[in-house]
DNA sequence: GTCTATAAATGAATGCCATTCATTTATCTC
DNA sequence: GAGATAAATGAATGGCATTCATTTATAGAC
């Protein structure tokens, strides 16, 4: 077994086949690495070689920790989770609660759209941070009044809500602008035109519908 | 210039290279085709290659027609939005016609969510369907009495919600079974079981949801 | 303490994917 | 009729997720 000989003054420290003497790869590092990579080149630039790279890894060495891309997706997905700010239904009244939980769910998933068609369809079971926020906010529900049997589908409709107007807050400024059809839309074009200066009034938007929400649903407190 | 032999009884009569008497492809065909691959393959399934195959033609083929992929998308979704029924704002009143609308909105891009994060952020500049149903939504809130500048924004919050639910519709019906983490999410996993045997309340949700959009919207006319 | 199973890394495939390009052939325009 | 253009083929290209054989370290069984 001959020792070969170690290429001197080798600018990126090869690590050579086997098992590192000290563990590299974690979940919980992937997860980090996962999102900083993401915060600095968009969803496209997650590929699991650039987040190996990243890790200063063989793409290959992801797999024994991860089973495919998508639990990565998943990791970082619960990470956000965790990030969404649900105390407020500790210490606010029922309504702002809500708003305040609404706003910080969108603006955290506004920066994170490819993972809505991933989470949107996952089971919860295996994601305890998801959970714990499921379940601060239907405690919240309950001190609030509401009858158990419509708490769920009172989340289920806001989370509906939040997910698309977080898609609606990457829209470019233009989205609406008819061009050359704008003769065949009148209408729509002028109450495009109404808006002045902002076209997408994605804020708005999104405060208007909260709000219809919020009033809709908080009439079914007891 | 020799003549190649054709050869005799293929089965598959082979095109050869060069441009073909008759034009094989258009956007109408490749649109129909590529939604045909769709209902019977997933958005998994629709490939260039696979759409190519079922027009019976190579992959290249497709680019003299569309650009890219996305291109590919954007005629499909034209396609879909041109079956979105905004017919009932002029048979229905109001409520009735939002509520109907939303619906059908809903059904059918609930078949079709990969297109969802395309359609959000794109222009409406070159899509003539799509156009065409804002206008008659925006001419429906105009005659209920809305004014102008209120009218983007209740169809921006409409349609987030709907997109929203379209993801919602897909989504497995055990999609809030906590699992072995039932025991530190009592209140969450009580309100889960109130439901009864149908867990997860999409048609619920969204008419709860529906209701109290078009209620406080409604509250806007003038 | 040694032996063995397992965990964690490398590096070299594999197969699929969208897309591009050179080439060929037909059609349109002047 | 000539030259430009449109529309097809077929052969690349490069990127992607994923798999596998191999190597090395570690943990647990005896």
């Known amino acids: 077994m001959p020792e070969p000989s170690p290429s001197p003054a080798e600018t990126k420290p ?83 609660a809500v708003k305040s939980w609404a706003y910080s769910y969108r603006d955290i998933f506004s920066a994170h759209t490819p993972l809505i068609s991933v989470i949107a369809v996952l089971p919860v079971t295996d994601a305890p941070q998801t959970l714990a926020m499921y379940e601060a906010v239907t405690e919240g529900f309950l001190r609030a009044g509401f009858p158990e049997d419509r708490i769920i589908p009172c989340i289920v409709a806001l989370e509906a809500y939040i997910f698309g107007a977080a898609f609606d807050a990457t829209a470019p400024a233009d989205i609406f602008d008819s061009g050359k059809l704008a003769e065949s839309t009148p209408h729509f074009t002028a109450a495009v035109r109404s808006l002045g200066p902002v076209n997408y009034p994605s804020d708005l938007a999104f405060r208007m519908g909260l709000d219809a929400l919020v009033a809709g649903f908080g009439a079914l407190r007891g």
């Open 14 to 96: 090869r690590r050579r086949a086997g098992r590192p003497v000290g563990s590299v790869l974690d979940k919980a590092g992937i997860t980090a690495a996962a999102l900083a990579l993401v915060s600095k080149k968009g969803y496209d630039g997650l590929t699991m070689a650039a987040l190996a790279k990243s890790l200063g890894v063989a793409p290959s060495a992801l797999y024994n920790h991860v089973g495919s891309k998508d639990d990565v997706l998943r990791l970082v997905e619960e990470d956000l989770m965790s990030q969404v700010d649900s105390s407020v239904f500790g210490s606010l009244p029922w309504e702002e």
